[in-house]
């Protein structure tokens, strides 16, 4: 404790200061600390009803949270683990190092692992389950980069052998292959869950743990002592998506998740925080949002300092000291650290006047020693009520010779062959030093006390880490006529597709088989998409319940809350909302309960807002529906420039196990999701859908025969022209398929120009399928060449083509390379602007009228029509053939 001097008073009255806290002093000593903190706490409840207030304290001294003599033993062997480690250590590094001989500049990373090592070996000997019970065990998020460790584990293990190693970054050329990060698509077996683009692993682990509460109070799955871990790089912090939902896991009392942010002090390009302490930081932040905070900041070789040091000293350079001090004094050795730490003060030099350079230079830190992470953990595991977060200083490269601690240690990737074999004198590795020169993996016989060690530990904890299954389901789809009620027409009422979906998704849910594994998830849009009725029917997901009566009780679709209510009200965050997605879309592999997911949100604020979450959902063998709500340009009217999507689907398109769909009447929206229950669910393939949903209302009609193929591949004909052959073919998409049935119309009544009608629910697919063809043509030149579905489709439809869409001209125009230069495309390009759909329809010429205008012109370019009947049609509709063009206003 500091003494008297120490503690500067400013108010004058320095001698009542200093009794108070000698009385105080008294209290702790005589009674303990708890007493200490109980008068503290009526002291500040007493000041605050005095009308005082004083900040309230965040940030603890910069020293581990559990006191020494509040350690437990440390349950493992030692000296075996740490052997374990070190080895570990040396695959990690020859694997990295040797690809990279061999390989110049394929990457890989040495240094993010060599400071998490210790982290994730006391979890993997002592806490990460793979199961509990017969039920799946904890989940791991790792950091992504240090993904090496992960796989010389592994390979010691026997899980991989010699050659695996060796296909590291080879994927392409050694099968299987080892990916570069923690990827699912690539590495099925093995991960669950990418998380090496930054931000997106905490942020999922959050919902994550959310979500298997939400099972477990709806009774899906059993209740199991599970946790979440998830590993998070100190630089990491500064992505909004790690620290933005930190506040959702303490509001829902999520003990099931533990946070362990290795600090390193470093990112990629140099310190974190070079001029201030991240672990101050982080403590202030996380213990802001109610989070337990235990920081494991010393090893257990600065214990004798603190004992030894009656001066308060220690501490205090301790905290004088900030991260860009810390960073180089691991960079620069024992006699850089005498002199300028405690050099600083002669009490303190005399602190470790009898240790050599070499012994200071190896005082450990926190998170390298394995005594404190387990006190560490074990707390975590143990706190009831609330997230934990574990803060650990550790060192960046560590034992990586010069790369230790230095800004650009991030990127090494090869040691030098002195480099090498200090590495192995350091950690001990038994390989001879010619080998540790070509930097060969090195296991020891499985019989090895090593590798028995390891067995025994995972055996104890119910086996491999990481892993992911995938179990049989035997999930049968509803068929076709379990959604008669919406394919037979809404008899003339106008409805939207967005309210045909939500009345299907009622009906899905009532379902006695897979109603309950329905998971319809919303960022605080259930009114404007109508589900009210939903709410009142499975209510809102609240685990503490209701605890108050809501003002709309009396009413028949009120607010209602439920400890098992089934819908995931978000709030506004579409990126949470993706993260529930993701943990229910993946639950039928990290849970064996194929739940869902029915994300419903504002087209626009989809994949350009969350759509690295939605490559992430992807790679995780996500499946599920994506409805993006209020969609296309012209007819989400009103909101303008910010609310208006004519994109979303190319975005869509870029994501390979994406299968989008731009209905324009509920029947089409019918057959498309059953097809998609079927095919993810019941057929287990690997994709999931993106479908748009409008608010436009009109009478849906009833499905026409024989189109089921048509809508699910992607187009069908779905008007003949009025009187006579066709001499034009139009294609149309979501609510402007309307515009181009009344364009249909105006060229056969006024101006004698007979067209086709045809529904395209999915340019993307088509083109996708097209694709394939060509491929397998252009491999197969001696084969009878297969045609694509659109050229078949069109078999005998006769002249150009006129497409028109709420959506960007690239929609249509992916279908170019078959359709050649009879396709003419009309689409949204361009800001959106705030009016009515009439006149944005006008503005962005996909009306009735620009369409049946944009078939006469085609004409005449084809030699078909005469101009100067172009000219005098375009007057009579209207057309304005000098207005600015809307993709540049
Ligand atoms: C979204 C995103 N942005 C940038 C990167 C590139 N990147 C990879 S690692 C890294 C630094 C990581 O630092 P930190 O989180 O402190 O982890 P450490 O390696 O120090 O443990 C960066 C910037 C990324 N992977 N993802
Ligand atoms: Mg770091």
Same mark, same amino acid.
């Given at each position: 404790?500091?003494?008297?001097?120490?503690?500067?008073?400013?108010?004058?009255?320095?001698?009542?200061?200093?009794?108070?806290?000698?009385?105080?002093?008294?209290?702790?000593?005589?009674?303990?600390?708890?007493?200490?903190?109980?008068?503290?706490?009526?002291?500040?409840?007493?000041?605050?009803?005095?009308?005082?207030?004083?900040?309230?304290?965040?940030?603890?001294?910069?020293?581990?949270?559990?006191?020494?003599?509040?350690?437990?033993?440390?349950?493992?062997?030692?000296?075996?683990?740490?052997?374990?480690?070190?080895?570990?250590?040396?695959?990690?590094?020859?694997?990295?190092?040797?690809?990279?001989?061999?390989?110049?500049?394929?990457?890989?990373?040495?240094?993010?692992?060599?400071?998490?090592?210790?982290?994730?070996?006391?979890?993997?000997?002592?806490?990460?389950?793979?199961?509990?019970?017969?039920?799946?065990?904890?989940?791991?998020?790792?950091?992504?980069?240090?993904?090496?460790?992960?796989?010389?584990?592994?390979?010691?293990?026997?899980?991989?052998?010699?050659?695996?190693?060796?296909?590291?970054?080879?994927?392409?050329?050694?099968?299987?292959?080892?990916?570069?990060?923690?990827?699912?698509?690539?590495?099925?077996?093995?991960?669950?869950?990418?998380?090496?683009?930054?931000?997106?692993?905490?942020?999922?682990?959050?919902?994550?743990?959310?979500?298997?509460?939400?099972?477990?109070?709806?009774?899906?799955?059993?209740?199991?002592?599970?946790?979440?871990?998830?590993?998070?790089?100190?630089?990491?912090?500064?992505?909004?998506?790690?620290?933005?939902? %930190?506040?959702?896991?303490?509001?829902?009392?999520?003990?099931?998740?533990?946070?362990?942010?290795?600090?390193?002090?470093?990112?990629?390009?140099?310190?974190?925080?070079?001029?201030?302490?991240?672990?101050?930081?982080?403590?202030?932040?996380?213990?802001?949002?109610?989070?337990?905070?235990?920081?494991?900041?010393?090893?257990?070789?600065?214990?004798?300092?603190?004992?030894?040091?009656?001066?308060?000293?220690?501490?205090?350079?301790?905290?004088?000291?900030?991260?860009?001090?810390?960073?180089?004094?691991?960079?620069?050795?024992?006699?850089?650290?005498?002199?300028?730490?405690?050099?600083?003060?002669?009490?303190?030099?005399?602190?470790?006047?009898?240790?050599?350079?070499?012994?200071?230079?190896?005082?450990?830190?926190?998170?390298?020693?394995?005594?404190?992470?387990?006190?560490?953990?074990?707390?975590?595991?143990?706190?009831?009520?609330?997230?934990?977060?574990?803060?650990?200083?550790?060192?960046?490269?560590?034992?990586?010779?010069?790369?230790?601690?230095?800004?650009?240690?991030?990127?090494?990737?090869?040691?030098?062959?002195?480099?090498?074999?200090?590495?192995?004198?350091?950690?001990?590795?038994?390989?001879?030093?010619?080998?540790?020169?070509?930097?060969?993996?090195?296991?020891?016989?499985?019989?090895?006390?090593?590798?028995?060690?390891?067995?025994?530990?995972?055996?104890?904890?119910?086996?491999?880490?990481?892993?992911?299954?995938?179990?049989?389901?035997?999930?049968?789809?509803?068929?076709?006529?379990?959604?008669?009620?919406?394919?037979?027409?809404?008899?003339?009422?106008?409805?939207?597709?967005?309210?045909?979906?939500?009345?299907?998704?009622?009906?899905?849910?009532?379902?006695?088989?897979?109603?309950?594994?329905?998971?319809?998830?919303?960022?605080?849009?259930?009114?404007?998409?109508?589900?009210?009725?939903?709410?009142? =029917?499975?209510?809102?997901?609240?685990?503490?319940?209701?605890?108050?009566?809501?003002?709309?009780?009396?009413?028949?679709?009120?607010?209602?809350?439920?400890?098992?209510? =089934?819908?995931?009200?978000?709030?506004?965050?579409?990126?949470?909302?993706?993260?529930?997605?993701?943990?229910?879309?993946?639950?039928?592999?990290?849970?064996?309960?194929?739940?869902?997911?029915?994300?419903?949100?504002?087209?626009?604020?989809?994949?350009?807002?969350?759509?690295?979450?939605?490559?992430?959902?992807?790679?995780?063998?996500?499946?599920?529906?994506?409805?993006?709500?209020?969609?296309?340009?012209?007819?989400?009217?009103?909101?303008?420039?910010?609310?208006?999507?004519?994109?979303?689907?190319?975005?869509?398109?870029?994501?390979?196990?994406?299968?989008?769909?731009?209905?324009?009447?509920?029947?089409?929206?019918?057959?498309?999701?059953?097809?998609?229950?079927?095919?993810?669910?019941?057929?287990?393939?690997?994709?999931?859908?993106?479908?748009?949903?409008?608010?436009?209302?009109y009478p849906m009609p009833e499905m026409p025969e024989g189109s089921r193929e048509g809508i699910v591949r992607g187009i069908y004909k779905l008007k003949a022209a009025p009187k006579g052959k066709a001499t034009a073919q139009l294609f149309g998409s979501g609510p402007i398929l309307r515009e181009v049935l009344r364009a249909q119309e105006i060229l056969s009544h006024k101006f004698g120009v007979q067209a086709d009608v045809w529904s395209v629910t999915s340019y993307n697919e088509l083109r996708r399928e097209a694709l394939a063809v060509e491929r397998w043509n252009r491999l197969h030149p001696a084969e009878p060449a297969k045609t694509p579905y659109i050229v078949s489709a069109l078999n005998g439809a006769k002249g150009p083509i006129i497409a028109a869409s709420d959506y960007m001209k690239s929609i249509p125009d992916q279908l170019a390379p078959w359709l050649l230069s009879r396709l003419v495309t009309l689409g949204t390009d361009g800001f959106g602007r705030s009016d009515n759909r009439e006149h944005l329809r006008r503005?962005?010429?996909?009306?009735?009228?620009? %369409?049946?205008?944009?078939?006469?012109?085609?004409?005449?370019?084809?030699?078909?029509?005469?101009?100067?009947?172009?000219?005098?049609?375009?007057?009579?509709?209207?057309?304005?053939?000098?207005?600015?063009?809307?993709?540049?206003?």
């Open positions: 404790m500091s003494t008297k001097a120490e503690i500067p008073v400013q108010s004058g009255f320095a001698d009542e200061v200093h009794e108070w806290i000698e009385a105080f002093d008294d209290v702790v000593v005589a009674e303990g600390p708890e007493h200490g903190a109980e008068l503290l706490d009526a002291l500040r409840q007493r000041a605050r009803e005095a009308g005082i207030t004083t900040a309230s304290e965040l940030t603890t001294p910069y020293i581990n949270t559990i006191p020494k003599h509040e350690e437990v033993p440390y349950p493992g062997d030692r000296a075996l683990e740490r052997r374990v480690e070190s080895l570990i250590r040396w695959n990690a590094m020859a694997m990295v190092h040797s690809q990279n001989k061999k390989d110049a500049g394929i990457g890989g990373h040495l240094a993010t692992y060599s400071s998490l090592a210790t982290l994730l070996e006391v979890g993997f000997n002592h806490f990460f389950h793979a199961t509990h019970g017969d039920q799946p065990g904890d989940f791991v998020y790792f950091q992504g980069h240090a993904s090496p460790g992960i796989y010389a584990r592994a390979y010691l293990l026997g899980r991989f052998d010699d050659q695996r190693l060796l296909n590291f970054r080879h994927e392409l050329r050694g099968e299987p292959g080892l990916s570069s990060y923690p990827h699912p698509w690539l590495m099925p077996d093995f991960w669950r869950f990418p998380t090496v683009s930054m931000g997106i692993g905490p942020l999922n682990a959050i919902y994550q743990a959310r979500f298997m509460r939400y099972l477990e109070n709806r009774g899906l799955i059993e209740k199991t002592p599970r946790k979440i871990w998830a590993f998070v790089g100190d630089g990491e912090t500064d992505e909004v998506d790690t620290l933005g939902a %930190i506040g959702v896991a303490s509001r829902e009392k999520l003990d099931n998740l533990v946070f362990v942010v290795n600090c390193n002090l470093q990112r990629l390009d140099g310190p974190v925080r070079g001029n201030k302490r991240i672990i101050d930081e982080l403590e202030g932040v996380f213990r802001g949002a109610g989070w337990n905070v235990i920081k494991v900041i010393w090893g257990s070789d600065w214990d004798k300092l603190f004992e030894r040091d009656h001066t308060g000293l220690l501490l205090k350079r301790m905290e004088e000291c900030v991260d860009g001090d810390y960073q180089a004094f691991k960079a620069k050795g024992g006699a850089y650290i005498r002199k300028e730490f405690f050099g600083k003060y002669p009490e303190l030099l005399e602190l470790v006047s009898d240790m050599t350079d070499e012994q200071i230079w190896t005082l450990h830190r926190g998170g390298h020693d394995r005594a404190k992470i387990y006190n560490a953990y074990k707390r975590a595991t143990e706190h009831k009520g609330g997230p934990t977060v574990i803060l650990a200083k550790t060192v960046k490269g560590y034992g990586l010779g010069s790369t230790q601690s230095r800004n650009a240690s991030h990127q090494e990737k090869k040691l030098t062959d002195d480099g090498l074999a200090a590495f192995i004198k350091q950690f001990n590795i038994p390989i001879p030093e010619e080998l540790a020169r070509e930097s060969k993996p090195y296991r020891p016989p499985q019989d090895s006390p090593e590798i028995v060690y390891m067995q025994e530990r995972r055996a104890s904890l119910g086996g491999y880490m990481p892993r992911r299954e995938v179990p049989e389901l035997n999930f049968k789809a509803p068929e076709m006529d379990y959604f008669a009620e919406w394919t037979s027409g809404s008899k003339g009422r106008e409805v939207s597709t967005t309210m045909g979906f939500v009345s299907i998704l009622r009906h899905l849910l009532k379902d006695p088989e897979i109603g309950k594994l329905i998971v319809p998830i919303v960022p605080d849009e259930g009114r404007t998409f109508g589900l009210e009725s939903a709410i009142r =029917q499975v209510g809102i997901y609240a685990p503490e319940g209701q605890k108050y009566k809501p003002h709309d009780v009396d009413m028949l679709l009120y607010y209602r809350e439920e400890k098992d209510g =089934q819908i995931l009200e978000e709030g506004i965050t579409e990126a949470g909302s993706m993260a529930s997605f993701t943990a229910a879309g993946t639950a039928y592999s990290n849970y064996r309960v194929p739940t869902i997911p029915f994300y419903m949100y504002y087209s626009m604020f989809g994949f350009q807002r969350v759509g690295d979450m939605i490559w992430a959902f992807a790679d995780s063998r996500g499946k599920g529906f994506l409805m993006g709500g209020t969609a296309g340009r012209t007819t989400m009217l009103g909101e303008g420039l910010q609310h208006q999507d004519g994109h979303s689907h190319v975005l869509s398109s870029t994501v390979p196990t994406c299968v989008s769909y731009d209905p324009a009447y509920v029947y089409e929206l019918a057959v498309i999701l059953q097809d998609g229950i079927r095919r993810m669910y019941q057929e287990n393939e690997q994709v999931f859908y993106y479908i748009t949903m409008y608010n436009e209302d503005f962005f010429e996909v009306d009735a009228e620009s %369409i049946a205008a944009a078939t006469l012109s085609k004409l005449v370019r084809d030699g078909k029509l005469d101009a100067g009947k172009a000219q005098a049609a375009f007057l009579e509709l209207g057309i304005d053939t000098e207005a600015g063009d809307p993709a540049k206003r």
